[in-house]
């Protein structure tokens, strides 16, 4: 009868650490500061840089090389106008063309493109060629033509050319006045259609 006191005594100690070890170990719910959150920082996307021709692809700009280059068929063009020979001056222009004098116009066909060259009051003659921006300027000197006397002859004139292939997409007589630009800077929209006579 002894022995039984000894086994509830040690019956007890091992409940009392149970309870002990099942307090330690369960869950805290006590309330607590949640840390701080740690966000990356966005990572900046680098812009690639732009293309080293991309603008001269768009808008290129003759060299004084260039623009001698092109000078026989400036002078081509010229003695064509010269002679009265309004269809061998049309075959330089591409299609379609911008020609400015007082306002800028598109030819569209061959034949307006013929007339327009035809209707041009004076002959001319090939002085001078050089770059301006996306142009090729000439300098003519103003002559008569075939049954068609010029009232200027001997007068200087600047006509700006836009090449392609060639030929002429942009004929634009330049004001005479000092300083005056060829024409707009970088190609504009297309301007209404129109030329000299039916289409």
């Keep these: 009868m002894a022995a039984r006191p000894r086994r509830r005594f040690g019956v007890t100690v091992l409940a009392a650490a149970a309870l002990a070890g099942c307090g330690q170990q369960g869950p805290d719910y006590s309330l607590k500061t949640p840390p701080d959150v740690v966000v990356a920082r966005p990572i900046e996307t680098p812009v690639p840089p732009a293309a080293k021709h991309a603008r001269r692809a768009a808008t290129p700009h003759p060299t004084q090389r260039q623009a001698e280059r092109l000078r026989p068929v400036l002078a081509a063009w010229a003695a064509a106008v010269r002679r009265g020979d309004a269809a061998g001056a049309a075959r330089y222009f591409a299609l379609p ?15 307006q493109v013929r007339r327009f060259n035809a209707e041009l009051p004076c002959g001319e003659q090939l002085l001078g060629v050089h770059p301006s921006g996306r142009y090729i300027v000439g300098t003519f000197r103003l002559t008569d033509r075939p ?16 090449f392609r292939a ?3 997409t942009e004929w634009r ?27």
């Design 147 to 162: 049954g068609q006397p010029c009232t200027d002859v001997g007068r200087l004139s600047r006509v700006a050319f836009v």
């Design 97 to 111: 063309a911008i020609v400015s004098q007082d306002m800028a116009v598109q030819l569209q066909t061959r034949e």
């Design 173 to 199: 007589q330049v004001p005479d006045r000092p300083n005056a630009p060829p024409g707009p800077s970088e190609p504009e929209p297309a301007p209404p259609p129109g030329g000299p006579g039916p289409a």
């Design 166 to 168: 060639r030929r002429f």
